[in-house]
Structures are given as structure tokens and as C-alpha cells.
């Protein structure tokens, strides 16, 4: 317990370091800035600006902004983009409450009533109270993780290569279980991602693999650039089609009164509660929980409600419960990518590119060598959850002009702002050429109704899983079944083989389908 | 996870029941490499840059065509043996059965390898297309674009070294995991084949035709010709993707978002960019 006070102790006092500004004008006088606070409330803002442009979602937007953390250090780097990251997830409600369009796909049931409120003429108290409710399940989560997170590194401690290679078979699994539309073509996806991470020279023998002496390829294919290209790009080409014209169901009469009631309150504070509980449960499962979770919470809400008929029309514990799970489950899956070096999701997957990049490998051996980077990245979070609170109430205003601007000036723009940010990755044309094909991948991804993200989630665990493959059957000299006799790996496995069984089975994927049509509905 | 689930694709309600462009797509996908190859080599000779003859690239692929058919003529004639034989070989390299095989053809160009793993698989596919009613072209087209797929991989790695004794070599797990996308593609293709489903959506080309280009403009001219023109340049090949497009605003806030990432990126973020052109040399 006292570990667990010092740890966040030593966390904060990241966040509040102060460095001293002395620029010469100031004549020998220095000015002390929290720099990474700042660098926090920047990535919340930047975050927020891009993640309520419709159609971009929390994916997108993290992969458009990595760039622009990669000056800094690595510190400073990991808390931007956490605030980002949270910014990019609040932008999304905040469409899916103004305009209808979620952002992303936890943010889907939001619209059910928060779209609903916003044209009775509540949309303030709507947007208040997801803020409000993502804010307390964030306090509970980053508890969650700091009380989580030294306790499961010891656990890491006993995976040997075999474990760790089931574990990631058993996160792509969830990860396939978890989301939307056709198993087969999910794993198919994986399958096609992991494919694409071997491009490059091999790890052990340094043979250049599939790359046809092309010297950009020699490298392998950037994170950045494929994420880009697969979510960005595709996104913005799909969002061009005629008759995939958005319907711009925008909010005209003018937000008033943002606060909410007393009674609005009452009524969404045991919705937040429950939220908090199922997301944080639900995140710290590898495979996307964010998704699920909000699903859960709406129904949950739905069932416990006295009177259901309310939901759909604008009832507030419809928007309190999802947005207090998706958020407690958008923290909670730092967990696993912190302890055992596992990116659970397309998100912490980019993460991931992002620690790389800044020569930081998560896992059990980060928590103990740089305590430093992560508490702070712990305690960030909850700082970028209240700057949520602080800077995106007044500026709702300014979020609904944004959405005002015709989406024909604002594509062109996001592309130039995408291709600068990705050559300024490496200096390099070739990634932004890359990324134009990956586009058009995506693109092609979209029209015949495969996932991209199983793809991006295989692509960053596919080195992982084949060095930890290689390295098993090495130590057991070539026996396959060392996955089945080593106890903790044949139980991973098993759990990866119910999951996968339970998906097939028609009775709950009929179940699995009615979660996700509800939304629709 | 899906990432926008506003707004699902346009399915396009296509009323004839057999459509000629998806067993099209696929032939076209057939030869795909050796069309690039063919036209990259010529784009090289146009530009003047010193590269294959682009017609003896072409003469090469017709060559190699021929060779893998012979081969596979030959081939059909060990079935019995082969099967077994390639399974193994597959992940090992080290296949007693295929040793005379080896001997024969093992140091065949990879053009010849492309024609056989890639090229016959996918024109059998695209001639079964043709004749096929897959129940869900989406799916179908789908799976068989995976399948390409691996078995482009297959090829692409066929020249790594497999299994080591126990130790995996390079080209192992691009063999088993090209192997199982091919399953899976397959698997894909195949319920496409015999279940009701959507069918393909409608592709419209002018979105990603002037989006991509934009993109590779900038690609192509950020370097020589520094940000403020290519930025300027990207922004209006993109406006082009869309007919709803104004001119005159569009002109105006190209130009105001060039000068603001003109601030923003090289002052703002201190990123090493050009901004002008480099003959300009200011």
C-alpha cells in the first residue's frame, strides 16, 4: 500500500516538474513552466481538434498526431500523446452528441441519447456530464492501474517465451471475439497484418525478407505510415464517395445552460458507477474492451432503468453509463501494454510505435528501470482527464463551428496535414507514398467489409509472436507441443480456444450481433 | 472496433446477377507483378534512367510463363510423389523427394517461381470466376484478394532459408503465416461462394484517383521544390476529388493553410523541411 502511495507520488512529481525559462530578454530572470503539464493540456486540445472532425476517429487521429511528439522527450512525449489520446476520445462523443456522426466506434451508443438530448435542447448538460462521468471513471481507473500494475509485472516475471506467445494468440483472440462483423475475415485480417510486420529484415539473421531491394523496405514498414494510410487516408477517400455524403444533422439552436440539473445528476451518478465497474473490468481483458464495454454499460442501463421506454430519447443515463465505461476501459488497457508489453488494442499499438520510436521496449522491465516515465505516464492520465473538464466545457462553442466548416475544405486540408506529418516521421517521400497505397488498401478493406483494426493489432504483435515462437521451440528443441505441457501456456490457450468456439457458435453469435444492432437501431 | 460506424459503405444494389468485371479483376490480378514490372521498367526507360529494357522484361515473363508450364506439365506426372514432398518443403527446404526436382529447377529464375506460385494459381481462380455464381461477391472477391495475397508472399519469400534444425530460419514463419492467410482467404472466398451476403460495393474513382495523386505529389516534390509549393500543390489535386468543390474559396483557404503549416511545422515544431525550392537558394 505505501509502494503504491510513492509510486504515484514519484508520478506527479513527473507531471509537476518545473523547468526553468530564462530567455535572455528577460535579463537574467527565469520564469518556471510545468512543462509537462502544458505538454498535457496541448495534446488534450490538439486531440480534441482533430478527434471531433467527423469521420476521424480516436485511431486516426493518434496516428496523424504522433508525429508531432517525437521532438520531444521521452517523457514529455508519452504524456502528450496520452492527452491526445483522451482528447481524441472526448472529440468523439462530442460529435456523436452535436452532430450524430461518432467519431469512433465507442462512442457509438452515445448518439442513441446524447443526439436525442442535444435536440431537445440539452446538449450541454449531455456533453457535461460524459465529460464528468469520463473524469470519475478515469480517477478510478488510474487507481486501478497503479494498484494493478506492479503486482501483474511480478507475473510477467514467470512467462517464459511459450506464455508470452499464448498470451498474444489469446489477445488476438479477444480481439477478434470483441469486435464487430465476421470472425473468419477478422482473423483473416490478423493473419494478413502480421504478414505485412515481416517485411524487413529478419530479427536473428538479419536477412533481408520480402522487401525486393527496395532500401525504404529494408526497414520494414512503418507503424505510422501504414496506420496512416489504413485509417487516415481511407477514411477520408471512403468519406468522398457519393452517396456516402454525410448527413449533416447538426445542432442548430444555440448551446445553452451547460451545467446539469441537480436532478440530472442524481440520476446519472449510479450509471457512472456501474459504467466505471464493467469498463475497467472489461479493459483490462486484452482485444479491444473499450468497444464492448460501452455496448455493455447501455444495455446494462437498459435493463436496470424502471422505465426502458426512456432510453432512445434522450434518457442521461444513456450517455453517463457508456462514456464512464468506455473511459475506465480506454485506461484500464494501459494495463497489460505497461506489465507485460502487450498493446491490447489498435490504440496502444500505436503506443507502442510511439515507445519505440523513443527506444523504450514496454514491458515488466520498463515499470522497474524507468519508474520515472511510467508513474508519470499514470499520473498524466488523470491530469488529462481533468483538463478534459476544464478545457473542453468552454469550448464546445468552438468545437460546433468546426463541425460548421464544409467537409469539401476540410479533406484537402487533413490530407496535407497528414502527408507533411508523415515525412516528417523519417524525412522520407517514400513513407508518404506508402502511406498514399495503404490508403487505397484501406480503402479497398472498407468496400469489401474487413476490419483494419485486427490487421494494425497484428502488425505490431507480429514480431513480438514470431520472436517469442522462435525462441520457444529453440529452448524445447523443435517440440510443438511445449504450448500445450507448460501449464500457464496450455490455460491461456484454452481460454484462446472456448472464446474462439463460443464466437463460432451460432446461439451467441446471434447474442454478440444483438449487442451491436441495438446500436443501430 | 470498426472505426466508422456512422456511415457503412454504399452497398450498391447491382441487378444483373452475373457481373464480368469481379473474374476480370481477378485476371487482372493474375498478372499484376509482371505488368508492374513491365511498367515501371518502361517509366524508368522513358524517364531516361538506366534499367532493363522494358520490352526484354516483358519477353522475360512471357518466357517464364512457358517454362513454369512446362514444369507444371512435368509436374502432374509426379503428383502422387509431390504433394507430400511440397508440404514438407514448404517450411524445410530439405525434402528428400523433391531432391531431383531441386536439381532441375532450382536455380530457375524467380520469374519463373512468380509465373508458378503466383500467376497459374490466381488464372485457374479467375477462369473458375467466370463460370461460378458466388452468392456473396463481396466476400468472395474478398477471400480470393487474400489468397493472391499469400500466395504473392509464398513467392516473395521462397528464396529465404527455411528450417535450420530447430531453429527457424528467415523464410519460416513467412511460409506459415503467408500459408494460413491462404487458408483463410480461401475459407472466406468459399462461404462467399455458398451463403447469401452482400454484394461488392461500388468503387467511384475520383476520390481516390486525386486523393492518392495529391499525396504522391507531395511525395515527389516536398524535397525539390520545398513546402510552400508543394503543400499548396497537394491541397488543390485534392480539392479535384470532389464536385462540390468552389474554386475561389478554395483557392483562399489553400492559401491560408499553406502559410499556417509554413508557421506551424519548420518555426512551430522545428522539423528540418524545405520551404522553398531549392534552386531558389534563398
Same mark, same amino acid.
Given at each position: 500500500m505505501l509502494d503504491l502511495f510513492s509510486n504515484l507520488g514519484l508520478g506527479f512529481q513527473v507531471v509537476f516538474q518545473f523547468v526553468q525559462w530564462a530567455p535572455s530578454w528577460l535579463g537574467g530572470y527565469s520564469i518556471p513552466i510545468p512543462?509537462?503539464? $502544458?505538454?498535457?493540456?496541448? *495534446?488534450?486540445?490538439?486531440? @480534441? /481538434?482533430?478527434?471531433?472532425?467527423p469521420g476521424i476517429g480516436t485511431i486516426a487521429t493518434v496516428s496523424m498526431l504522433l508525429p508531432i511528439t517525437f521532438g520531444l522527450p521521452p517523457v514529455g512525449a508519452l504524456i502528450m500523446l496520452a492527452g491526445i489520446y483522451y482528447g481524441a476520445q472526448y472529440g468523439g462523443s462530442t460529435t456523436s452528441i452535436l452532430v450524430n456522426i461518432p467519431g469512433e466506434a465507442t462512442s457509438v451508443v452515445t448518439t442513441l441519447d446524447g443526439h436525442q438530448m442535444a435536440k431537445? *435542447?440539452?446538449?450541454?448538460?449531455?456533453?457535461? +456530464?460524459?465529460? +464528468?462521468?469520463?473524469?470519475?471513471? *478515469?480517477?478510478?481507473? @488510474?487507481?486501478? +492501474?497503479?494498484?494493478?500494475?506492479?503486482?501483474? @509485472?511480478?507475473?510477467?516475471?514467470?512467462?517464459?517465451?511459450?506464455?508470452?506467445?499464448?498470451?498474444?494468440? $489469446?489477445?488476438?483472440?479477444?480481439?477478434?471475439? $470483441?469486435?464487430?462483423?465476421?470472425? /473468419?475475415?477478422?482473423i483473416a485480417m490478423i493473419a494478413f497484418g502480421i504478414l505485412l510486420s515481416m517485411v524487413g529484415s529478419d530479427i536473428e539473421t538479419g536477412a533481408s525478407r520480402m522487401a525486393f531491394n527496395v532500401p525504404e523496405l529494408a526497414d520494414g514498414l512503418g507503424f505510422a505510415t501504414v496506420a496512416m494510410g489504413v485509417f487516415g487516408f481511407a477514411e477520408i477517400i471512403r468519406n468522398l464517395d457519393v452517396g456516402a455524403e454525410m448527413s449533416r444533422d447538426l445542432v442548430q439552436q444555440k448551446i445553452t445552460g451547460l451545467m446539469p440539473t441537480r436532478k440530472d445528476l442524481i440520476d446519472s451518478a449510479p450509471a457512472i458507477g456501474r459504467g466505471t465497474v464493467l469498463g475497467s473490468i472489461l479493459g483490462i481483458l486484452p482485444g479491444g474492451g473499450a468497444v464492448i464495454a460501452s455496448f455493455a454499460s447501455y444495455t446494462l442501463e437498459k435493463?436496470?432503468?424502471?422505465?426502458?421506454?426512456?432510453?432512445?430519447?434522450?434518457?442521461i443515463e444513456g450517455v453517463a453509463g457508456p462514456e464512464s465505461a468506455n473511459n475506465a476501459a480506454a485506461q484500464t488497457s494501459f494495463i497489460p501494454l505497461l506489465t507485460l508489453g502487450i498493446p491490447p488494442n489498435a490504440v496502444m499499438a500505436l503506443m507502442v510505435g510511439a515507445m519505440t520510436i523513443h527506444g523504450i521496449v514496454p514491458g515488466p522491465q520498463v515499470m522497474q528501470k524507468q519508474p520515472d516515465l511510467v508513474w508519470g505516464m499514470i499520473a498524466s492520465m488523470w491530469i488529462g482527464n481533468l483538463m478534459l473538464i476544464i478545457i473542453n466545457l468552454p469550448l464546445v462553442g468552438i468545437w460546433v463551428r468546426l463541425l460548421r466548416v464544409p467537409y469539401r475544405l476540410m479533406f484537402p486540408s487533413i490530407v496535407v496535414f497528414c502527408a507533411i506529418g508523415i515525412y516528417s516521421v523519417n524525412n522520407a517521400p517514400m513513407d508518404v507514398v506508402l502511406a498514399g497505397l495503404f490508403g487505397l488498401v484501406g480503402y479497398w478493406l472498407i468496400k469489401h467489409d474487413f476490419e483494419p483494426a485486427p490487421m494494425l493489432l497484428g502488425m505490431v504483435l507480429g514480431p513480438l509472436m514470431e520472436e517469442n515462437l522462435r525462441r520457444a521451440l529453440l529452448i524445447s528443441r523443435g517440440d510443438w507441443s511445449v504450448f500445450a505441457t507448460r501449464p500457464l501456456s496450455a490455460a491461456l490457450l484454452f481460454v484462446a480456444l472456448v472464446l474462439l468456439t463460443l464466437a463460432v457458435l451460432p446461439t451467441l453469435r446471434k447474442k454478440r450481433d444483438e449487442v451491436f444492432v441495438e446500436s443501430e437501431g | 472496433m470498426s472505426e466508422t460506424v456512422g456511415h457503412s459503405p454504399d452497398r450498391a444494389i447491382s441487378g444483373t446477377a452475373h457481373s464480368i468485371s469481379g473474374p476480370i479483376a481477378v485476371l487482372v490480378l493474375a498478372v499484376a507483378p509482371q505488368l508492374f514490372h513491365f511498367l515501371t521498367a518502361l517509366g524508368f526507360a522513358i524517364l531516361g534512367m538506366a534499367t532493363k529494357n522494358p520490352l526484354q522484361v516483358l519477353a522475360d515473363h512471357i518466357v517464364a510463363f512457358g517454362t513454369a508450364l512446362r514444369w507444371l506439365g512435368w509436374a502432374i506426372t509426379f503428383l502422387p510423389d509431390l504433394i507430400p514432398a511440397a508440404v514438407q518443403a514448404l517450411f524445410s527446404w530439405q525434402s528428400n523427394l523433391l531432391t531431383p526436382v531441386f536439381a532441375k529447377i532450382g536455380g530457375a529464375p524467380p520469374d519463373t517461381w512468380l509465373a508458378l506460385i503466383y500467376s497459374y494459381p490466381l488464372l485457374i481462380i479467375a477462369a473458375?470466376?467466370?463460370?461460378?455464381?458466388?452468392?456473396?461477391?463481396?466476400?468472395?472477391?474478398?477471400?480470393?484478394?487474400?489468397?493472391?495475397?499469400?500466395?504473392?508472399?509464398?513467392?516473395?519469400s521462397s528464396d529465404l532459408q527455411g528450417m535450420h534444425g530447430f531453429s527457424f530460419g528467415a523464410g519460416t514463419a513467412p511460409r506459415m503465416f503467408a500459408t494460413i492467410l491462404l487458408l483463410l482467404g480461401a475459407a472466406v472466398a468459399l462461404i462467399g461462394l455458398v451463403t447469401d451476403g452482400p454484394d461488392t460495393a461500388t468503387y467511384h474513382w475520383r476520390g481516390p484517383v486525386f486523393v492518392v495523386l495529391a499525396i504522391i505529389s507531395f511525395a515527389i516534390t516536398i524535397r525539390p521544390l520545398g513546402l510552400v509549393f508543394s503543400a499548396f500543390a497537394s491541397f488543390m489535386i485534392a480539392a479535384l476529388g470532389t464536385a462540390e468543390t468552389k474554386w475561389l474559396e478554395t483557392v483562399i483557404v489553400c492559401v491560408c493553410l499553406t502559410a499556417f503549416c509554413c508557421v506551424l511545422f519548420p518555426y512551430g515544431l522545428g522539423l528540418p523541411m524545405p520551404l522553398w525550392p531549392r534552386f531558389l537558394n534563398w
Open positions: 512543462v509537462n503539464i $502544458l505538454l498535457c493540456l496541448i *495534446g488534450a486540445l490538439v486531440g @480534441t /481538434l482533430v478527434g471531433v472532425l431537445q *435542447g440539452r446538449a450541454g448538460p449531455a456533453l457535461a +456530464i460524459a465529460a +464528468i462521468g469520463s473524469f470519475f471513471a *478515469g480517477c478510478i481507473a @488510474t487507481v486501478l +492501474i497503479a494498484v494493478l500494475g506492479a503486482p501483474l @509485472t511480478k507475473l510477467a516475471l514467470a512467462f517464459g517465451p511459450a506464455e508470452y506467445f499464448s498470451l498474444m494468440v $489469446l489477445g488476438l483472440i479477444f480481439a477478434v471475439v $470483441l469486435a464487430k462483423g465476421s470472425v /473468419l475475415k477478422a435493463k436496470v432503468a424502471k422505465d426502458p421506454k426512456r432510453f432512445g430519447r434522450g434518457a | 473458375l470466376s467466370f463460370v461460378l455464381k458466388p452468392r456473396c461477391t463481396q466476400d468472395y472477391y474478398g477471400g480470393i484478394a487474400l489468397v493472391a495475397l499469400a500466395l504473392f508472399a509464398l513467392w516473395a
